[in-house]
Structure formats: C-alpha cells, structure tokens
C-alpha cells in the first residue's frame, strides 16, 4: 500500500506558546495565555509556559529533529505579541526576528514552513480592548496578517489563519477552561464570528499579497448517539451542530446550523445575510484536526446542550480520556466529499497522549501510539483512495509540551522531553513515523 502520492505533504505541528517558552523575550508583549497561566488555579500544578521546551533558544536543534524525521513540511505558529508587542502598531524587529531565522533555516534543510498565525495567544494589550468581542478585532487580526505575508511573502507559500476557533469560543469563553477564562454564552456566539470574519479578512489580504495557499485549522468530532434511540439521535445532532457545523457550515455554506439560536437562545446574535456572506469563506483549503468522536447521550438537566458524553472503555482511552477510534477521521474527510464539495484538505493536527515511560538506552517505547498513528494513517490512506482530496498529514506534536491546563502532564510528542534537562529523546513512534513517510505510507501495510 504505496497510498500517498508524490507531492504528498508530510508533517509535524506545533504552536508557539506550547513550544517556544522566554515568552516577554527581545520586547515581546504579553498574551492572554500568559496571563492566564500566571494566574492561580488555571493550570495543573501551577504550570506556565515560560520555559516550555525553550524552543526560541534550541528552534536549531529542533530542526535537527524535524530533518530526522524526514518530513518535507512544519507547522509552527507566530506569536502575536512577540511581532506586534501591543497586538497594533509598531513592529518589534527582534521578534520578528526569531521568525526570519527559522524559516530560512527551515528552507535550508528543504523543509516547507506551514504557518499558523493565530494559536490562541492574543496579545494582551488587544484583550484590553475586549479581544475578539470587539468588532474591531478581525481587522486588529487582518493587519498582523499583512506584515507577516509581506515579510515572508516570496518564501513561505503556505498559511493557517487561525487554530481551532471552536476551542477559542468555547473553551475560552464559554467554558472559561481556557484563556481568557470568560463564562458568557452571548461573548462566545460573537467571538465565534469575529473569529470567521477575521479568517476572511486575512484571506482577502493574501489574495493581493501572496501567491500561496491560505487555509483555517478546525477541531472536528464525530457526534454519535450513546444507544440507539431517539433522545439520543437527537442529542448527538445537536451537538454536532455546536462542535462541527458552528463553523464548517458557516465557511462553506454561508449559514449557521438553526440549532445554534436554540442552544445559545438569546445569546445567539440575529446574523443578517450580509453577515452570512461576509464568513462563506473557505480559502484554498480547510485544515482538519482530528483526535476523537463523542458519545452522546440525551441528558435534559446538562444546560445548554441537553447532553452529556460518555467516557470510553479504558482500553480505548488516551491519557486525555479521548476515545480511539481511527475510523471518525474517515468520517469526517468523507463529510468534505459529501456535503462539502470536495475541498483541498489537509489533516493539520493528529496524535495522542499516553503515559510514556521515561527514555531506556536514548529511546522511549511507546506502542500505543505507533499503533494509534497506524490506524489514523490508515483511514487517511482510504479516504484518498475514495476520492477525498487530501494533501498532507501532520502529527500533534514534534515534541512534549505544554498541553495548555494540562501543563506538561500530557505527552503528545514524537519526541520525549526531559522536564529537568528540556534534552529531547526519540519516541519509538518518532522511528515509525520516519518509515511512514520514507515509504510513502507503505509500511503501513505491514
Ligand atoms: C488541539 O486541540 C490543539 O490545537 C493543540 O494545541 C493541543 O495541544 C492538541 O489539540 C492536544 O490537545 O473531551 O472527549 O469531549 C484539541 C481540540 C477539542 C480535541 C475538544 C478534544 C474534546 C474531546 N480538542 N475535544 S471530549
């Protein structure tokens, strides 16, 4: 099974404040993110990304690893305030610096860098202005987007606006378990817009400065009824809208799922049509970041929802508490297909945490995720051959990080990191990934 093609885009992702640490370094401005790890009781065991895997010092090293794996593409995000300290106006060199220095020893190793530039760390200084509740906030985001496709516009040809903005909306300001830590239903529904109006004013502005492709990253879950009975069928539709329609169908079919103004009843904002228009803007491809499928089961006490998720069986279970289950990534690719009309995909975020012993002889073994990226490699493989358009495939992550609550207690790296040394080890799964890509998918058979 040689199942992927020439040209095939294989990767690893990252983001900047999981990975890069010194986060006020060389005039930086501050982020929400690094507010909100500074503030008790956010972060497990009091965790922050000031060190992180100090990546803005060992970014060459780290190049060494990717040039290891032998992949031919990095995922890696900007952060905001490290090019623009105030989140507006004036341009710090020296953070842009670091940037300039990593591309271009990116490109000498052949590597394609694939740019991120929003991966949750607004600037601080914007969240003053109310962050992305302010109508201003897409054009705030259209601005840092233009100095950096003018920068790097006759080197880097490949651009993500903005990770996950159902993760942004919700956990940051619906659930309030991520930064900034808002509780407010009615502040996430218009997060959730300016979030897409920001994704097509950047779009728009690489139109006229690029030549590249320029895409949005989302966080896609299957939804599927806990037993098979009506009150769940139900419940599982509803949550489908809220976890994947929210935004696939407000990019590529210009409107938002009805059961959205019934989840958020008044907080749900009255979207004219010229607002629908403003966020049917997918761009030249849509990233998908696949971990899992829910369970859902109908439960009318669970305000707003109506329902719950059921835990997986431990034997399926990542060190998350995330289901295994390969084949929801050849669900969700198949939904492009169907309903969607067959866009350019790419698979930007893919892997899982597990509880990995510490390194033996120089190596960790972790099974469990070679057989876990195995699997997901697999379905990618079918839904190529099925006619789903898909480019490349990246794994979460390069190396351990910092899992934003879960500070460092999650693992999700092909990487081991040394919490005391930050020395970098290679994963059993780091060897298998390499096979992978230098067979172009045909170990995958074995
Ligand atoms: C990604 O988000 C992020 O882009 C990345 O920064 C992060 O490090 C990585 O994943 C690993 O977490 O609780 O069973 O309902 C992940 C998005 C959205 C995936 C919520 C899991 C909940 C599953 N996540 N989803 S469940």
């Given at each position: 099974?040689?199942?992927?093609?020439?040209?095939?885009?294989?990767?690893?992702?990252?983001?900047?404040?999981?990975?890069?640490?010194?986060?006020?370094?060389?005039?930086?401005?501050?982020?929400?993110?690094?507010?909100?790890?500074?503030?008790?009781?956010?972060?497990?065991?009091?965790?922050?990304?000031?060190?992180?895997?100090?990546?803005?010092?060992?970014?060459?090293?780290?190049?060494?690893?990717?040039?290891?794996?032998?992949?031919?593409?990095?995922?890696?995000?900007?952060?905001?305030?490290?090019?623009?300290?105030?989140?507006?106006?004036?341009?710090?060199?020296?953070?842009?610096?670091?940037?300039?220095?990593?591309?271009?020893?990116?490109?000498?190793?052949?590597?394609?860098?694939?740019?991120?530039?929003?991966?949750?760390?607004?600037?601080?200084?914007?969240?003053?202005?109310?962050?992305?509740?302010?109508?201003?906030?897409?054009?705030?985001?259209?601005?840092?987007?233009?100095?950096?496709?003018?920068?790097?516009?006759?080197?880097?040809?490949?651009?993500?606006?903005?990770?996950?903005p159902w993760?942004?909306a919700v956990?940051?300001?619906?659930?309030?378990?991520?930064?900034?830590?808002?509780?407010?239903?009615?502040?996430?529904a218009?997060?959730g817009h300016?979030l897409l109006l920001?994704h097509a004013?950047?779009?728009?502005?690489?139109?006229?400065?690029?030549?590249?492709?320029?895409?949005i990253?989302l966080n896609l879950e299957p939804q599927?009824?806990?037993?098979?009975?009506?009150?769940?069928?139900?419940?599982?539709q509803r949550r489908d809208a809220f976890v994947n329609r929210w935004f696939l169908d407000a990019l590529f079919l210009a409107s938002y799922p009805i059961e959205l103004a019934q989840i958020f009843?008044?907080?749900w904002p009255?979207f004219g049509a010229?607002a629908l228009d403003q966020i049917h803007y997918p761009g030249?491809?849509i990233?998908v970041?696949?971990?899992?499928?829910?369970?859902?089961?109908?439960?009318?006490?669970?305000?707003?929802?109506?329902?719950?998720?059921?835990?997986?069986?431990?034997?399926?279970?990542?060190?998350?508490?995330?289901?295994?289950?390969?084949?929801?990534?050849?669900?969700v690719?198949?939904w492009f297909k169907e309903r969607y009309g067959?866009p350019?995909?790419?698979?930007?975020?893919?892997?899982?945490?597990?509880?990995?012993?510490?390194?033996?002889?120089?190596?960790?073994?972790?099974?469990?995720?070679?057989?876990?990226?195995?699997?997901?490699?697999?379905?990618?493989?079918?839904?190529?051959?099925?006619?789903?358009?898909?480019?490349?495939?990246?794994?979460?992550?390069?190396?351990?990080?910092?899992?934003?609550?879960?500070?460092?207690?999650?693992?999700?790296?092909?990487?081991?990191?040394?919490?005391?040394?930050?020395?970098?080890?290679?994963?059993?799964?780091?060897?298998?990934?390499?096979?992978?890509?230098?067979?172009?998918?045909?170990?995958?058979?074995?």
């Amino acid at each position: 099974m040689s199942a992927f093609p020439e040209g095939f885009c294989w990767g690893v992702a990252t983001s900047a404040y999981q990975i890069e640490g010194s986060p006020l370094a060389d005039g930086a401005g501050p982020s929400i993110w690094h507010r909100f790890a500074h503030t008790p009781g956010h972060i497990a065991d009091g965790e922050t990304g000031n060190i992180a895997c100090n990546h803005y010092q060992r970014y060459l090293e780290d190049i060494g690893l990717l040039h290891e794996l032998g992949v031919n593409a990095y995922r890696f995000s900007i952060a905001w305030g490290r090019v623009l300290p105030e989140g507006r106006g004036a341009i710090n060199r020296k953070g842009l610096g670091f940037y300039q220095r990593l591309v271009d020893a990116l490109l000498e190793r052949g590597i394609s860098p694939v740019i991120t530039l929003y991966h949750w760390d607004l600037p601080m200084a914007l969240q003053d202005r109310g962050g992305w509740i302010n109508p201003d906030s897409p054009q705030w985001f259209a601005d840092y987007a233009e100095v950096l496709f003018r920068t790097f516009a006759d080197r880097v040809t490949s651009w993500i606006t903005i990770n996950e903005p159902w993760v942004i909306a919700v956990l940051g300001h619906l659930e309030g378990r991520h930064a900034p830590g808002w509780r407010d239903p009615s502040a996430a529904a218009r997060v959730g817009h300016h979030l897409l109006l920001a994704h097509a004013a950047a779009v728009a502005s690489y139109r006229t400065l690029g030549h590249g492709q320029i895409g949005i990253a989302l966080n896609l879950e299957p939804q599927h009824p806990a037993y098979p009975k009506a009150a769940d069928l139900l419940a599982a539709q509803r949550r489908d809208a809220f976890v994947n329609r929210w935004f696939l169908d407000a990019l590529f079919l210009a409107s938002y799922p009805i059961e959205l103004a019934q989840i958020f009843g008044p907080a749900w904002p009255k979207f004219g049509a010229v607002a629908l228009d403003q966020i049917h803007y997918p761009g030249d491809f849509i990233g998908v970041n696949y971990y899992t499928r829910a369970r859902v089961a109908a439960a009318p006490e669970a305000k707003p929802l109506g329902a719950i998720c059921l835990p997986p069986p431990r034997e399926k279970s990542t060190a998350m508490g995330w289901e295994i289950y390969p084949e929801g990534l050849g669900e969700v690719l198949g939904w492009f297909k169907e309903r969607y009309g067959n866009p350019r995909v790419l698979i930007t975020e893919n892997g899982a945490a597990f509880a990995d012993p510490a390194p033996c002889a120089g190596l960790v073994l972790d099974p469990q995720r070679i057989v876990y990226l195995r699997s997901h490699l697999r379905a990618a493989a079918q839904a190529l051959a099925a006619g789903v358009d898909l480019g490349g495939y990246f794994v979460w992550s390069l190396m351990d990080n910092f899992e934003w609550a879960e500070g460092y207690s999650k693992r999700f790296g092909l990487y081991w990191v040394d919490r005391q040394t930050l020395q970098r080890y290679p994963k059993s799964s780091a060897h298998f990934y390499r096979s992978v890509i230098a067979t172009q998918g045909a170990v995958l058979a074995d």
